[in-house]
Every structure is written in C-alpha cells, then in structure tokens.
C-alpha cells in the first residue's frame, strides 16, 4: 500500500516538471498559434548551458539559473524575431518544418560539441535530501523543490498574463494580431517577448529536469511530447490546467512503471490517447481548436 | 443531357516529353539488374523507397495538409506485419505485402478518428505520438525479439528466391514496381474527383468547405490512403534488410526527418517535388554523409532555408518558372467552338 502512495506521491510531483514543459508550449500556441517541434531540444541546450555555467564558474546548477534564465530568454527574442516571425501567417506547413529544422539542428549541434555520453547536474547533498511524512512514505526534497517551482512558475505566468500591460499586450495579441497592431503594439516585438517568457521557463525545467535525471543530446523529443500530452490532457489554453495535465501523466507514468518498467512512457501515452477519445477538449478547456 | 461545349484534357506538349521521358528512364531502370552491380542495385531500391514515401508524405502533407511528423509510425508497422505475417502465419513473404498494406490500412482508420480530433500543428505531435506508442508496442513483443529486434529465418529468406542473386533481383523490381504503383496510385487519386477536391483544399481550405466539399471526409480517404502506401513500403524496406529493431522501424530521423526534407526541398504540394528531392538528397547523402552529425545539422539548415526563400522547393521554382510538368495533372479546358482560347487551371 504504501508502495502505491509513494508512486502516486512522486508521479504528482513529476507532473510538476511536466507542466513546466507544458507551460512553455501552451503559451507561444496561445499568443502566437505557433507550436514549436524544437521545444524539447532547447530544454536540452538550457540544461548543456547550465552544466558549461556551472562548471566554468563553479556554481550550483539551482545558481546558475541566474545565467541561464537570462540567456535562453534573449536567444527566444533572437530566434523570433530573426526567424520564426518570417514564418508566421495562414500556411501550416512553414511554421512546422522551420521548427522541426530547428530541431535537427540543435541536436546535431550538441552532439557534435558533447557527443553522445550522458551527463548530469551536480546539485550537491539536496539531491538525496527527503523529508518522512510517515513511515515508509518520505518526500524528495528535490522533488518537492521542482513541484514548488512549478506552481509557482504557473502562477507568476498567471498573473503576467491577466494582471500586467504585457499580459495585456499577450491577450490582445493572441485575439487579433491586426487590431492589436492598429492600436499601437508591435506585434512583432510581442511576439518575440512571448518566446523569450517561453524559453525562460524552458530554462528553469531544463536545470530541474538536468538535476533529476542523466541527459543526453537525444532526449529532446521525448520531452516536447510529455509537454504536449499535458497540453491536451489539461486542456488548450489553461495553464493551471497543463499542471492538472502534467500531474495526470505523472502518475500514469509511475503506475506504469511500477506495473512493468517498460510500461512507463507507454502508460503516460495511453492516458493521453484515453483522453483524447473520451474528452477530447482536455479536463480543463478555455480555447476551443 | 445537353452534351457539353467544352473538353477537359490533361496532357500537353510539356508533360508529353516528360511522360516519354520517364518512360524511357524507367526502361533502363527495369533493365538495371543487367547492368548495375550490386550495390547500386541496393542504393537505388532505397531510393525508390524514399521516392515512394515522400510522395506518400507530399499528398497527407502538400495537398490534404495534415501534415504528418508520424510516418514512421506506418513504416515500422509495415517492417513488423512483414515478419509478423511470415514468421507467425506463414504467409509466403511476397504475398504478405499487399496484405501488410491492407491491414495498415485498417489500423489506420482508429488512428485517423483519435489523431483528427487534434487540429494543424497539434495534429503533427499527436501522429508523432502514436508512432512512439506503436514503437514501444513493438519492442513488448517478444517473439519477434522485444527491444532488440530480430532476423528473418534463413528458411523464409530462401523461400523469397533460391539463389541471392535472383533474389536480390526480385527484390529490386518490387521496390522499383512499388514506387511506380505508389506514384500512379497518387496521380490517379489526383485525376479524380477527390483530386479536384484536395487541389481545392490545398489551395484554401476555407473556401474549398464553402464549395461544398466533404472536407474531413476527403482528409480521412488520403490518411488511410497514405497508410496502405507507406507500410508497403516499409514492409519491402525490411524485406531488403531482412533485420527489424523496434529503433530503427520507427526512427523519426529515417523515415520523416529525410522525407519531409526530401519533400521540402523538391517541392511541397506538386508530385514531381518528391522525385527532384530524392535525386538532391541522395546526391548530398553520397557526397557528405561522412560528416556525420555535421551532415544532419547542414540538412536542416537547408530545409529551413528553402521554406524561408522558396517554399515551392526546387521543382516549384522551375515549374513556375517554365510551365513544365512531367505528370499530366493540370485540367485544360478546350471550348468546343474556340478550341485556341483554352483556359488552364490547375
């Protein structure tokens, strides 16, 4: 029994890290309708960066955030307004495979300057810290950490978005881009201000993720998809809903796993799919498409 | 009925030269056996395969727009029905293709109804997905060698041919025959009625849906279409290597990252695009495939580069450029009375 209350327990705490890539996703398809296939390598390229900043400088990863942050958010604004903005209009296709591109581009590139052998973040004795509730069921620190992290990175998005002139612009933005345009804003700039909020969460997941668990160059796709399945489970356009969704892959994921260890990716999968064909608007709609 | 003034034909000058054309290339290349060695022979089986699935690829993603980052979803399946059907039921191996087509088809239509639900861009993830599942699915089976994959048994092999050349032979001219059935499948679909209709729709869909056109209906019809081509090919693919892992059946960079480059860079949305394509891409795969992991990173600035300054590829560009097509595709109409003034649509 207790068994299963840890696997819940640290299925809902992961699904913390998942709504963070979720985050990022959602909020460029809710400004901009784009969705960006190379979502998941740049979470990659923010935990490589973290791991140079940590090293060069000697830094706690959690400390190199201060660098990290920063600097995904300014190569985003680049990005979009450099690249992706060009591709932006009626057509489906340029948006997609620009991205996709993208994608293949990252990865090759971090394979060539840090091959293929897995690395790992080094955050020093928190790694192992845990908290007992009761006995036989404790909380990771770490964990934990990174669950907090994701509220409170959800919430502060949250109040970005319906509480702040930026929020606004975001709003007005993602309604109409011409009206928006007409009242004054530069939508391009906008735009570019969206991706770079994007890839500062991708940053903070990125180390988090770096911390938990070995990467390497590969791993990317993988975690665009987990992003995206707690996109769709959540609901398009919520955000606390991508953390119901994240929280929902989690713990199907955990159950797999503690059911059969190949079972895991495959549990959150079909959880995802179970949505899909029973409620396929997500658990907690607010846009429609 | 009131006979109509008017004739709708497809063929012209252009497309005469370029069918001849093809025509006679495709003499020499039913004739190859008898003047290529061995390994060209395997090279350009695999380049039939590839023009085979970035045409299949061209016609979800450039005409229906369901533009699919999954495909391999459907070749890996096609690889395992291959060994599924010879290994487990004892289909002799040549039949079990167009079964494995047809059962790929039939999968496809379930997966059709759950991934249409999701709309344009989260449509691409959605089939990436359900290729991850189906890999994953695969490496659970265990007897035909889990995660790790499996051989076909020499027995079957030997029952393809009795010697290795002529099955190499054999193999060869299916491969070749595949891909033209594959292209003359698209080129008929396209002379149909649905192809009036996903010329419409990948022109605008929009309007294409107020001119009374079943669109999801015609997406559906091309899905499933692209799913009985694509698993074909894949189960061919395998039966050359006559090897399967559940890594590379399903592997994203194989059989969607080179194919929708193919597609990109020979021209989304024309049929000739996809032939173009491949000649450019195995072209560069033979001059700097030695590069490794240079080689893909210089793919895919090449592709974003070609969608930024010519989204019609390189056909598009020559095409537009000088009025050619190879296939005859285009409608021209010839009034009965002003047979000079004919009007062309595309």
């Not at chain 1, 994921?253 to 190949?262: C, E, R, T």
């Not at chain 2, 004739?31 to 039939?48: G, K, S, T, V």
């Not at chain 2, 979803?73 to 087509?101: C, D, E, K, N, R």
């Not at chain 2, 490496?139 to 190499?168: F, M, N």
């Amino acid at each position: 029994m207790t068994e299963w209350i840890n696997v819940i327990i640290q299925g809902v705490l992961i699904g913390g890290l998942y709504a963070m890539f979720a985050a990022g996703l959602s909020l460029i398809f809710g400004i901009m309708r784009l969705v960006n296939i190379a979502h998941g390598d740049l979470i990659v390229l923010a935990a490589y960066i973290a791991l140079v900043v940590s090293t060069t400088l000697g830094l706690n990863p959690i400390a190199s955030l201060v660098i990290v942050v920063p600097l995904m958010a300014a190569i985003g604004y680049v990005l979009q307004r450099a690249l992706l903005n060009r591709t932006l209009g009626d057509d489906l296709l340029p948006p997609l495979l620009v991205t996709f591109g993208l994608s293949v581009i990252i990865q090759n590139a971090l394979l060539e300057i840090f091959t293929a052998d897995s690395v790992r973040l080094q955050a020093g004795a928190i790694e192992v810290a845990s908290i007992p509730i009761v006995p036989g069921i404790s909380i990771g620190v770490l964990p934990l950490l990174q669950f907090v992290a994701a509220v409170a990175v959800i919430g502060g998005m949250q109040v970005l978005f319906y509480r702040t002139a930026l929020g606004r612009a975001f709003r007005a933005t993602s309604d109409d881009p011409a009206v928006a345009q007409l009242m004054g804003l530069d939508v391009r700039h906008v735009f570019g201000l969206g991706m770079a909020l994007s890839l500062a969460v991708v940053a903070i997941a990125g180390v988090l993720l770096a911390i938990r668990t070995n990467f390497d160059p590969s791993i990317g796709p993988a975690r665009l998809i987990f992003g995206f399945e707690a996109v769709i489970i959540g609901g398009l356009g919520s955000l606390w809903g991508t953390l119901a969704g994240g929280i929902v892959l989690g713990v199907a994921q955990g159950i797999g796993a503690q059911l059969d260890p190949g079972w895991q990716v495959l549990a959150g999968h079909l959880a995802f799919l179970i949505v899909l064909a029973v409620r396929p608007e997500g658990l907690f709609p607010k846009v429609r498409g | 009925m009131k006979a109509p003034a008017f004739k709708v034909y497809f063929t012209d000058r252009a497309s005469r030269i370029g069918g001849s054309v093809f025509a006679l290339m495709l003499v020499a290349l039913v004739l190859a056996p008898f003047w290529a060695d061995r390994q060209d022979l395997r090279l350009l089986a695999e380049i039939y395969a590839y023009v085979a699935l970035a045409s299949a690829w061209n016609l979800l993603a450039g005409y229906a727009g369901l533009v699919s980052i999954g495909q391999q979803a459907y070749v890996g399946l096609g690889g395992y029905l291959l060994f599924a059907l010879t290994m487990l039921a004892g289909v002799p191996p040549l039949w079990s293709i167009p079964l494995v087509g047809v059962i790929a088809a039939v999968v496809s239509i379930p997966v059709a109804a759950l991934v249409f639900r999701l709309r344009g861009h989260y449509f691409a993830i959605g089939t990436w997905v359900v290729a991850e599942v189906f890999r994953l699915l695969a490496s659970q089976v265990s007897v035909l060698g889990g995660g790790s994959g499996t051989s076909l048994p020499v027995g079957i092999v030997l029952s393809i041919a009795a010697s290795r050349q002529e099955r190499e032979f054999l193999v060869y001219w299916i491969a070749l025959g595949l891909a033209v059935l594959v292209l003359a499948l698209i080129v008929a679909l396209l002379r149909s009625r649905y192809g009036l209709a996903l010329t419409a729709i990948r022109d605008n869909e929009v309007a294409a849906r107020s001119s009374g056109i079943g669109v999801t209906r015609v997406k559906f019809v091309v899905y499933v279409t692209t799913a009985f081509c694509t698993a074909m090919v894949g189960a061919v693919i395998y039966l050359q290597k006559l090897r399967i892992s559940p890594d590379g059946a399903f592997s994203t960079n194989d059989w969607t990252a080179f194919v929708i480059f193919i597609a990109v860079i020979g021209g989304v949305g024309r049929i000739e695009g996809p032939i173009i394509g491949t000649a450019i891409f195995f072209l560069l795969r033979q001059l700097f495939s030695d590069l490794g992991s240079l080689y893909l990173l210089m793919l895919g600035a090449v592709a974003i580069a070609i969608m930024l300054f010519a989204p019609r590829g390189v056909w598009g560009l020559l095409a537009d450029r000088f009025g050619l097509q190879i296939f005859p595709l285009q409608r021209r109409i010839a009034l009965a009375d002003h047979p000079a003034k004919a009007g062309r649509t595309e």
